[in-house]
């Protein structure tokens, strides 16, 4: 596609849920990147992907969180049992790969999840 | 440790006059420098990037950024400011070490461009 996509764009969820944000990348990205936009933390990253292989998942706050990538293509970032405090924008990215420092990530619109 | 830091919650500025906002960064080896800029309800848009070569980097909106290794500063600059450049600013730097190339994120910076 044009640019990264994200869905859905709103998620209102009850506490205990389970959620699932969906990030399609760019066409011929092989790199994925997830992070969360939170008004107590910022910017912070939680995973990326080269390929369907996940080399740093050090970002993920706690075992509820997981992802995946298949297909080299659309990426799925699950929360499991949603508390309050993952009430926050998730971001997806893209870039050519995960190698060569100058390639850009380009950045969807982000899914914006709130737990009540 | 990496880490950015943007040291301006905040800046105003009238329009049709030059603008400034501040990064300074802390790295171990090259750094690799990005600056991108996020409007209401969307996601982050990429405006420029500092990885090798001369210390004045152009981007896009009339946007450029400063690279300056002594004092470890990215600040980003546009010489008239516009309305329409209000928004929220992030500094970034990609991570080294281990098998990453996450970027670690400033706290942003709100830019508030009045007419």
């Known amino acids: 596609g044009a640019g990264v996509s994200q869905s859905p764009s709103n998620k209102v969820t009850e506490k205990g849920k389970d959620v699932e944000l969906r990030c399609d990348p760019i066409?011929?990205?092989?790199?994925l990147y997830w992070y969360r936009q939170s008004l107590g933390q910022g910017l912070e990253f939680l995973i990326y992907?080269?390929?369907?292989?996940?080399?740093?998942k050090s970002g993920l706050p706690s075992d509820r969180f997981s992802a995946e990538r298949t297909g080299g293509s659309v990426s799925t970032l699950t929360i499991q049992r949603t508390q309050q405090e993952d009430s926050a924008v998730y971001l997806c990215?893209?870039?050519?790969?995960?190698?060569?420092?100058?390639?850009?990530?380009?950045f969807g619109a982000g899914t914006r999840l709130s737990v009540l | 440790a990496q880490s950015v830091a943007q040291p301006e919650d905040q800046v105003n500025v009238a329009e049709g006059n030059p603008l400034t906002v501040k990064c300074t960064y802390s790295?171990?080896?090259?750094?690799?420098l990005f600056w991108y800029v996020q409007y209401p309800n969307r996601g982050l848009q990429f405006l420029l990037k500092?990885?090798?070569?001369?210390?004045l980097v152009k981007g896009s909106y009339g946007f450029e950024a400063e690279f300056n290794k002594s004092q470890t500063s990215f600040h980003l600059k546009k010489p008239s400011a516009l309305v329409s450049d209000s928004a929220l600013y992030f500094c970034?730097?990609?991570?080294?070490?281990?098998?990453?190339?996450?970027?670690?994120f400033g706290t942003g910076t709100l830019l508030a461009v009045q007419p």
């Open positions: 500092y990885i090798t070569g001369d210390n």
């Open positions: 790295v171990s080896g090259n750094p690799y």
């Open positions: 970034a730097v990609r991570a080294y070490g281990g098998a990453t190339n996450k970027l670690i």
């Open positions: 066409s011929g990205h092989t790199a």
């Open positions: 992907f080269q390929g369907n292989s996940a080399p740093d």
């Open positions: 990215a893209s870039s050519l790969d995960a190698y060569l420092a100058k390639n850009i990530q380009y």
